[in-house]
Structure formats: C-alpha cells, structure tokens
C-alpha cells in the first residue's frame, strides 16, 4: 500500500535553515508529480510547491519563491523540502502529497505531515 | 486564480442536506477536487473531476459545476462527518485551496 513518511521537521529560528524529508513507498515513486502542502496552527491548508515525477519542472507558491526548493532523488524514493531563511509564519505542519498521475492532477495520497516550528 | 468557499462554517442538524460552493476566479473547466479533514487528521480526498466520487467515499456526498462554480452537497449529513471541507484546484499551477468549511453538528 502507498505510504509517504514525512520526517526532519523541528524547532529552528528565524532566518535559519530546515530541510524535510518525505520517503514515499508502495507505488513507482519515479513516475509521479509530488507536492509539499502546509498547514499553520488553526488555519487552512496552503499549497506551497510541486516537483514533475523526473524533477525538471518545479513551481512554488509565491511567498516560499527563493527561499524553498523543492527536490527529489527517484533512486531513493524521497522527496525533499530544502527551506532557507524561515519566517515565523513559515510555522506549519508540512506534508508531502503524491498526484493521481503524471499529469497535474489532484492528490490521491498525503503523508502524516511533519510539524515545522519557526520562533527564536 | 483565487478559490473562495462559502459558508465558512456552518451547522446543521443530523439528516439535513449540507451544500458547500466554491468559486474561482477564472473558469477551470472541471479541475476541481474536494478534500474532507477531520480535526487531528490527515486530508482525505473525497472527488475528483468536479463530480467524480473517490472509492469508498459513501453515496450521500456528491459533486457539481464546471467553470467557475462549484457544489459539494453531503444528501444526509452524518456525525462522522463533522471535518473542515475544503476545494482545490489542479489542472496547472498554482494548485491552490480555498479557505475551507468547517461542518459542525447542531
């Protein structure tokens, strides 16, 4: 069965560095787009980046441009969230989604999330 | 383009017909997907395409609309529905979210 197992969240401080981690099993991981969504204490569910199923095409969502990149290494089955220069509203559950297929398409499978907590 | 959902909360009583609209600012065809999340939990994808029902999903909710309209409507609203409900986007970037509906039981 697909499992995603997100890991590498923490306490960290402002303007500092975090990189999240989402091991994905139970399916071909190299022939799906995934996605990082995120989820502050209390509020809705914000989309934050996605990666093609062979890692050539990559968008963000606005406020993580150029602070986030996302990545994945398809021998390995991970995929990553590299995060520079967090902000105290960068505090959120994060989770990885796969997508349906390699399409855009919508989300069929989210992992457990990992809790991300940015404060000095 | 920005999704908007409403009500942003609502309560209704066990048995009552529940309707949940999304809108978009640009027509998206039928791009549209509805996400359940029970407090605490993970979100759990309930449709697809607009109107199609994941498997296992029961029968009571459903979906509608294309363009830039939306519904999702629970026909008999049960306990075990009390979650946030919320719509999103995917045919292209951004795959953005509404606000989300909180579903509460009277």
């Known amino acids: 069965q697909v499992q995603l197992v997100e890991s590498g969240g923490g306490v960290v401080q402002p303007g500092r560095s975090l990189r999240v981690s989402c091991a994905a099993s139970?399916?071909?991981?190299?022939?799906?787009?995934m996605h990082w969504v995120r989820q502050a204490p209390g509020k809705g569910l914000e989309w934050v980046a996605v990666?093609?199923?062979?890692?050539?095409?990559?968008f963000y969502v606005d406020s993580v441009k150029g602070r986030f990149t996302i990545s994945r290494d398809n021998s390995k089955n991970t995929l990553y969230l590299q995060m520079n220069s967090l902000r105290v509203e960068d505090t959120a559950v994060y989770y990885c989604?796969?997508?349906?297929?390699?399409?855009?398409?919508?989300?069929?499978?989210w992992g457990q999330g990992t809790l991300v907590t940015v404060s000095s | 383009i920005q999704m908007t959902q409403s009500p942003s909360s609502l309560s209704a009583s066990v048995g009552d017909r529940v309707t949940i609209t999304c809108r978009a600012s640009?027509?998206?065809?039928?791009?549209l997907a509805w996400y359940q999340q029970k407090p605490g939990k993970v979100p759990k994808l309930l449709i697809y395409?607009?109107?199609t029902l994941q498997p296992g999903v029961p029968s009571r909710f459903s979906g509608s609309g294309s363009g830039t309209d939306f519904t999702l409507t629970i026909s008999s609203l049960q306990p075990e529905d009390v979650a946030t409900y919320y719509c999103?986007?995917?045919?292209?970037?951004?795959?953005?979210f509404g606000q989300g509906t909180k579903v509460e039981i009277k």
């Open positions: 989604a796969k997508e349906y297929s390699n399409n855009p398409d919508y989300f069929d499978y």
């Open positions: 139970g399916f071909t991981f190299s022939n799906y787009g």
């Open positions: 990666i093609s199923y062979n890692g050539r095409l990559k």
């Open positions: 640009q027509d998206m065809s039928n791009y």
């Open positions: 395409a607009a109107s």
């Open positions: 999103q986007k995917y045919n292209s970037d951004p795959w953005t």
